[in-house]
């Protein structure tokens, strides 16, 4: 099955800078790469998603990069802000079929220092 | 428009007994997903559900088992509880079209004592 790698566990940062997390995953059918952000006491909620037919994607400060061949992906975040304080998710599955089950990487806190 | 309900939000049980989780999707989704959240192993997908059927299963024991009623409304059930079934239960809604967004619910927190 598929394996997600997420790095790092916890990244910190000052308001302001800028702040990239990455994600490795197995399996070569995978086409659909979701992130999702979860604050204290919620459930994860998408920020950003992307699908294997493009190489990157853009959402104001929020920005995805896909390489395939590479099988990774990265999540970046500009100009941070206080509430971009969080843990983020990266997720991957085969969309060919029905909804297949997401398989989550472990989760970067990220900490915004002001 | 009303997200996805979760009840209850945290019970504490101990081993060797069940427990029944509920999770109401957004009007109109008919997929229902649920994952298991450890500090360990992180989110973890259990099964999904869509028109009352199984349509997908994770890695869990058979002591997992759950179902989906008419209305889209589902509930998960864990029976024999272990310790290490403590986590965070979340349920996730969808329009169930493929690779379509999933909505979270808030999670039921399981302690096994």
């Known amino acids: 099955g598929e394996n997600v790698e997420q790095h790092p566990s916890t990244l910190s940062v000052q308001e302001g800078d800028s702040a990239v997390i990455k994600c490795t995953y197995s399996?070569?059918?995978?086409?659909?790469f979701p992130w999702y952000k979860q604050e204290l006491g919620k459930g994860p909620q998408l920020i950003i998603d992307?699908?294997?037919?493009?190489g990157e994607k853009k959402d104001q400060r929020i920005a995805v990069t896909l390489n395939k061949t590479a099988k990774h992906f990265s999540l970046h975040i500009t100009e941070t802000q206080p509430e971009d304080s969080a843990v983020y998710f990266c997720?991957?599955?085969?969309?060919?079929?029905?909804?297949?089950?997401?398989?989550f990487g472990k989760g970067t806190h990220l900490i915004i220092q002001p | 428009k009303a997200g996805v309900t979760q009840t209850p939000r945290y019970l504490i049980k101990t081993r060797g007994q069940q427990v029944t989780l509920s999770c109401s999707p957004i009007?109109?989704?008919?997929?229902v997903s649920w994952y298991q959240q450890t500090p360990g192993q992180g989110l973890q997908f259990l099964f999904e559900?869509?028109?009352?059927?199984?349509?997908n299963k994770g890695n869990f024991p058979g002591r997992f088992s759950g179902r989906q009623f008419s209305n889209s409304r589902s509930e998960m059930n864990v029976s024999t509880l272990e310790l290490g079934d403590s986590a965070l239960y979340l349920c996730?809604?969808?329009?169930?079209?493929?690779?379509?967004?999933?909505?979270f619910g808030e999670g039921s927190r399981l302690t096994v004592l």
């Open positions: 996730a809604s969808s329009t169930g079209t493929v690779g379509g967004e999933l909505f």
């Open positions: 399996d070569s059918a995978s086409n659909y």
């Open positions: 992307i699908r294997s037919n493009v």
């Open positions: 997720a991957a599955t085969y969309s060919g079929g029905g909804a297949d089950g997401l398989t």
């Open positions: 009007s109109g989704h008919r997929s």
């Open positions: 559900y869509f028109s009352e059927t199984q349509r």
